[in-house]
């Protein structure tokens, strides 16, 4: 099968700007997480998306939204970028029957540096 | 609240040598712990959970709840065992559940 597989790879944008990461799940999935990682806070869950619904949710500003289409891929949007928000961003999907309890498997990222 | 402590960032050990990589956690119902890898230039993967009870690759993780701990063991460490080693705790809270993560450990295994 193939992997979790994320785009773009690499963005940069400035501040007060917006951005949309896109997730394509394993085929079968139906859960997709979204995971901010920097070097100060290390890896930080955002939300989880199962069945086009957001079932979980970290403590993140509203600036941070995500959905989930039918076809279980999803997207992350942040809105009025700050320099803070330059990261790894993260996508994980799973099964979804158990939550974050079922086994992660993650693509390989988005660099998004805001300048 | 820290939820999930790897005290270690770095830890360095030689080839054949035992390593242990420690995890502490606070969590005040059952917890659920993991241990993900990222071995160099690959994506991060479960290694083991504690329900499981398993050993994968020579490792294994033993739940401590007296002592909250949830360390990584390997009696031989070898040398494609080096990688950066996540602890992770399912976190119930407000209505919803997240896997929370250590700081990791970046662990060098030397020939």
């Known amino acids: 099968k193939a992997g979790v597989t994320q785009t773009p790879r690499y963005l940069i944008k400035t501040r007060g700007q917006q951005v949309t990461l896109s997730c394509s799940p394993i085929?079968?999935?139906?859960?997709v997480s979204w995971y901010q990682q920097t070097p100060g806070q290390g890896l930080q869950f955002l939300f989880e998306?199962?069945?086009?619904?957001?079932?979980n949710k970290g403590n993140f500003p509203g600036r941070f939204s995500g959905r989930q289409f039918s076809n279980s891929r999803s997207e992350m949007n942040v809105s009025t970028l700050e320099l803070g928000d330059s990261a790894l961003y993260l996508c994980?999907?799973?099964?979804?029957?158990?939550?974050?309890?079922?086994?992660?498997?993650f693509g390989p990222g988005t660099r998004l540096t805001v300048l | 609240a820290q939820r999930v402590t790897q005290p270690e960032k770095l830890l360095s050990v030689f080839k054949g040598a035992p390593v242990e990589l420690k995890c502490n956690y606070s969590?005040?119902?059952?917890?659920?712990l993991f241990w993900y890898v990222q071995y160099s230039r690959q994506r991060l993967q479960l290694l083991l959970r504690?329900?499981s009870r398993e050993s994968i690759k020579g490792f294994t993780a033993d739940l401590n709840k007296g002592e909250t701990s949830f360390h990584l063991k390997k009696p031989f460490a070898q040398e494609e065992d080096s990688a950066m080693y996540y602890c992770a705790l399912v976190l119930a809270q407000g209505g919803s559940e997240k896997l929370v993560f250590g700081k990791g450990t970046k662990l060098t295994v030397n020939p």
């Open positions: 969590y005040s119902g059952s917890p659920e």
């Open positions: 998306y199962f069945s086009e619904t957001q079932r």
């Open positions: 994980a999907s799973s099964l979804g029957g158990r939550g974050p309890t079922d086994t992660q498997y």
């Open positions: 085929s079968g999935h139906r859960s």
């Open positions: 504690h329900i």
